[in-house]
């Protein structure tokens, strides 16, 4: 039995400040909720993790972006180049924070997706950490490219969950992580078997209620309890 994405979770310095932003910036409309963790250690280096937002149309990605720096987001150039130039359609802001997100010109993959188009991990085998995570959520590989590797939301409604080839190697704890369950019936611990089969690895120790794990190349996520 496939476990299901509860939460993504933000480490944060001033994790309220935080929440305030996102939830100025958008009503949280995906299938999971974010939750926002008191976190002292400052951010090193890039995130492992990022969001790309999704927009209806080039005002509505205009919007979008305005908002945001109105929030308190800013321009970040990660080698897409400054804003002025547009090398690329779409717009990369950084949150109070710091952590990179992405505002996508319209595309017909994210129609249905709702506020937040995908959630993407940067990985050195984009193939083999999306197959883990198909397992392990029970989802599809919908798309299949040289440089980036998709599952499918269930239902077509939610984001997608796509992993980025990068030369990086991880090198700090992600500020950006997952939290998943067993469906309703399930054991965690059975879960926890299983996903180790699949590759993950992790001490099985329960820490506030969840087990913490790292997939194969290393990201930290944690399982919940049934729910």
């Not at 992790?202 to 944690?222: I, L, T």
Request: net charge neutral; glycine share 10%; with cysteine.
């Amino acid at each position: 039995m496939a476990a299901h994405l509860v939460n993504l979770v933000f480490d944060s310095a001033l994790p309220r400040d935080l929440a305030g932003f996102w939830e100025g910036l958008f009503s949280w409309d995906a299938p999971f909720d974010p939750a926002f963790r008191s976190e002292a250690g400052p951010k090193r280096g890039k995130n492992r993790l990022h969001l790309d937002l999704a927009s209806r149309s080039p005002e509505h990605q205009a919007e979008l972006v305005d908002r945001a720096l109105s929030l308190g987001a800013r321009h970040i150039d990660i080698g897409q180049g400054p804003p002025e130039e547009k090398r690329v359609p779409w717009v990369v802001l950084a949150d109070p924070e710091g952590n990179e997100f992405c505002v996508l010109e319209p595309r017909e993959q994210y129609a249905g997706t709702g506020a937040i188009a995908s959630v993407v991990t940067d990985a050195r085998d984009p193939e083999r950490l999306a197959r883990f995570w198909a397992a392990a959520l029970g989802r599809e590989i919908g798309v299949r490219e040289k440089s980036i590797v998709g599952l499918r939301p269930p239902g077509e409604r939610g984001p997608w969950i796509e992993f980025l080839v990068t030369a990086e190697e991880k090198r700090h704890r992600n500020r950006l992580r997952f939290e998943i369950a067993p469906r309703r019936g399930g054991s965690r611990a059975a879960e926890v078997r299983r996903l180790r089969e699949l590759g993950a690895t992790g001490q099985g120790s329960v820490r506030q209620g969840a087990v913490a794990m790292v997939d194969p190349e290393g990201n930290e996520f944690s399982v919940l309890s049934p729910r």
